[in-house]
């Protein structure tokens, strides 16, 4: 297929690009009237309380795939973490385009279309491990690589203006315990037939070395799990089956048995069987049996992690969990990292863990963990081979993607590009450019409503969690004049403050004719002035009025 | 001076026992019914926004010196961080009672004390350093040790039942930079006489090794600068000032010129010149002096390391600073350590500098930090030294004090107690035991009003953030009737929410008579129940009737 005139190939991140998470992005093919568009992932952020109190969970802004919706020929995954697929099941709705996912990736997200009601409408279309897919005039290929979790794959996209590779999350791990290595001998081949573009993950490009492999943690925690006498649990991310079969076996290797604490352990494993892999994870027991056995007879594989107040781990920590209970001698060991923000909840996790007498091991002091994402020899090795002339990080927060493009260079890559979401950025013809922007930003879900940022209601809450909230009531009779006092709703403001404000408002509105904006108006700023004066903070204040 | 009999010896925690900083530690000496006051240290701890929103300062709740006031003798300052002095100048009104320190502490102090309009009510008494202070029964001593900040001081406490040894911050730097080094050879001469406990630092007690000295941060920044081109600013804690001579020296050496950033550089700076320390500190230029050299002559001394939206480093990232912009070519050196809690501020303002194309260098990637606390070996030695019989861990959270504990049994000592904040604790006679708990707690300074922790106002602000706010106004006639339809102030909820809590709110009111308790009650739940029901989440909702 030979390129016509018009056409152009287009990328457009409208998520992971310039943040952690949430990764989507779009390749367009085509003249501009009639272009054609494929999408790449489809994931969730999950919102911290600090920034949008309120909201668990943000996805991509697609209102430019709602403009486009006709021409979107489907959504390909590369693998299964939630910041790569999560946001499916809450976009699909909107989008209902064909959604291709290798085996692995495809279960976990029909249990999550299931639990929101949307296992009949959509049936991910599973593409064979190394099998490619046709999407108009986008060649997709779906290579496998490693990673943290099962079925890692980088997409190539091949068109008749060049070839991109599209890596997904990886690294290069020799020895990944659950699946194949990564087939480097078809990115080489790509590589020698040339590539455009590739648009790589940013995560850990300012980290020195190679990452390393999933084996030598299995060794480390084989060695640490036989120093422990008393109970022992562990954390780990539940996609991480590679891990967690480390651990179950180191386990069963020191005569513990295993049992699996909170239900997305229990459901990666069970998607982990289903479609394959776990061949030599071992049996497990249930809660009830284990606490019958003797401390140093049992391991538990625990959810949580990164001190989620809900996690099994958390339940653990604060003497909760209905079945298990851990004391001086205990131990539990993190075989995770801190997520970046998530800092306190773990440490107020380990503070809990540590009141109870329990010794707590992390990766600052064991070799527990290993990152899923390269380091500069992973990405030295990649660009080896695929050879690009274009480099396009993604994947991480400005700070990540601005190394990896300060790298890419001194690899000798022709052109970098750093394209933050909504960046229209036409890879071919000519050199690499951003041509246009559209329209970008992040959908909050908001209890269960999903709602534009730009609708201010996380930042009208976090400008309540500052100074509160003061409601005001002014009820006049027909004539204009106060019917009776005014009403205060007041909510988070200390006592002397409430007294000012209320006789702030008292004062002003006292006596008053005729009501309108202009009053309001008045009442408001009285309000707030007081607030400034008693408290040194001025709370959000509504007035309205009511003619009775 | 030989202890009467019902004499007794108490150690009692307010504040950093059990969690980072707003340290204050209370010792009392005598029978139960004629019992002695002294106290170590009133500090600040700086709120988060996730947990107290709209607080920035928390101290320790000061219930039990109140209803101790007529004993207190005075309290003891260890050295000049926020977090061990920050207190003074909010509680000392209430407490009013002799303040002691050394020269450069009690110079901070003032500082303080000027600014809150305390100066003329509050002098510090200046203790040199070295110097002895009789306080009742009493006998207090300052001995020098090294720490972050120049004339930190061990606080030896001398009682007819015992000796104390009172850590305060510290570590055993061999090479301070500024001031003396650790007096060892009196901390020893204790030992020979005799503690009966040590009531030690805990920040780095699962740090493994020596903590390390402050002149190997200064040869090695002195490298790094040197290597640089562009414009460059070096962040730091502003209190350090070896650090800050470190830096600026290490810039005169590569022919920059020095400018201080930041009101707190500049006001410590000063204080440090005022109390005698920075002879060697280079001379300093103006902002407006320095934006008219070439960008290699010049190197900025910055505060805001922990990414304070309103320090300068986040102006100037922001390309908001009157004068100084950075850009393709400059560096940034963050010569500190991100305060746990505080990630999230300190990679939006990497991620801010990357975007300007500036480099970023930080502890992450090269040697330009060094901690101001004790690792395992600092510890060793002190406790070689001190030898105490009791040993009670402070200064950190639980899991820092747990391993203090930990790892102080492996040196040998007889009792170790952890007592986190309220827990009184006899020292002598008999073994050392929790035989009271004493009101303790957290005190906000919640705009510019003090308030209890335990009134809930942030509390109730952080369940705004989450749900937001829905105030009802009832407005009755004489008769129990609606004289006007339920005015609603509604704020941070979705607008699908809003209409179906309005809807719920006319349906339940519509038409009844009698307002009362009861009827408030049906309106805010089925307020709530029509959130909870449209958006999946509960506001808080308050109702108010009033009558025409």
Chains 1, 2 share one sequence.
Request: proline residues 6%; contains cysteine; glycine residues 10%.
């Amino acid at each position: 297929m030979t390129p016509s005139r018009d056409d152009e190939l287009i990328f457009l991140p409208l998520g992971g690009a310039g943040e952690i998470g949430m990764n989507l992005s779009c390749y367009g093919y085509g003249p501009p009237d009639a272009r054609k568009w494929m999408v790449v992932d489809c994931g969730i952020f999950f919102g911290r309380e600090t920034d949008t109190p309120g909201v668990d969970i943000i996805m991509p802004d697609i209102r430019f795939l709602l403009e486009n919706r006709a021409d979107l020929l489907g959504i390909v995954l590369t693998h299964a973490h939630e910041d790569h697929l999560g946001a499916v099941a809450y976009l699909w709705p909107h989008l209902k385009c064909p959604v291709y996912a290798t085996p692995f990736t495809a279960r976990i997200l029909a249990n999550k279309l299931e639990e929101r009601g949307l296992a009949e409408q959509l049936r991910p279309r599973i593409v064979p491990l190394g099998s490619s897919v046709s999407l108009g005039p986008f060649g997709v290929k779906l290579v496998t690589i490693t990673h943290s979790i099962p079925e890692p794959n980088v997409v190539i996209i091949r068109t008749p203006l060049g070839n991109v590779v599209h890596t997904g999350d990886w690294k290069l791990d020799p020895d990944p315990l659950i699946g194949e290595i990564t087939n480097d001998a078809e990115l080489c081949k790509l590589g020698d037939e040339g590539v455009l573009v590739l648009v790589c993950d940013s995560t850990n490009a300012h980290v020195s070395g190679e990452t390393g492999s999933e084996a030598d943690v299995r060794k480390s925690l084989h060695d640490l799990v036989g120093t422990l006498k008393g109970r022992v649990a562990v954390t780990a991310f539940a996609s991480n089956l590679a891990r967690l079969e480390s651990i179950a076996r180191a386990g069963r290797a020191h005569g513990r048995e295993i049992v699996l604490v909170g239900r997305s352990m229990r459901q990666m494993v069970q998607a982990a069987r289903d479609t394959g892999y776990l061949k030599g994870f071992p049996s497990t027991i249930e809660e009830e049996e284990s606490v019958r056995l003797p401390p140093h007879r049992s391991l538990y594989l625990v959810a949580g992690s990164q001190g989620e107040a809900r996690g099994a781990l958390s339940r653990i920590a604060a003497g909760e969990h209905p079945m298990i209970a851990f004391g001086p001698g205990d131990a539990v060991i993190f075989s995770s990292r801190i997520i970046p923000g998530n800092e306190l909840p773990i440490f107020a996790l380990h503070n809990k863990l540590a009141a109870l007498g329990v010794e707590i091991l992390t990766e600052q002091d064991h070799f527990v963990h290993v990152s899923g994402h390269p380091a500069k020899e992973d990405l030295t090795q990649m660009y080896a081979w695929v050879r690009p002339r274009i480099a396009i990080p993604v994947h991480g927060e400005m700070r990540h993607m601005s190394e990896h493009a300060r790298f890419a260079k001194t690899l000798g890559v022709a052109e970098t590009l750093i394209a933050p979401n909504g960046n229209m950025v036409r890879l071919a013809p000519g050199p690499a450019s951003i041509v246009d922007e559209a329209p970008s930003g992040r959908l909050h879900l908001d209890g269960q409503i999903l709602v534009s940022e730009g609708d201010g209601f996380a930042r009208a809450r976090r400008s309540l969690g500052f100074a509160g909230f003061v409601g005001v009531t002014l009820i006049m009779d027909g004539k204009g004049r106060m019917a009776a006092d005014p009403v205060l709703h007041m909510e988070g403001i200390p006592d002397q403050a409430r007294e000012a404000i209320a006789d702030a408002v008292s004062r002003v509105s006292n006596g008053k004719r005729r009501g309108g904006e202009e009053l309001k108006e008045e009442v408001r700023r009285a309000a707030r002035r007081a607030a400034q004066d008693a408290w040194g903070k001025k709370p959000i204040v509504r007035v309205e009025t009511v003619e009775v």
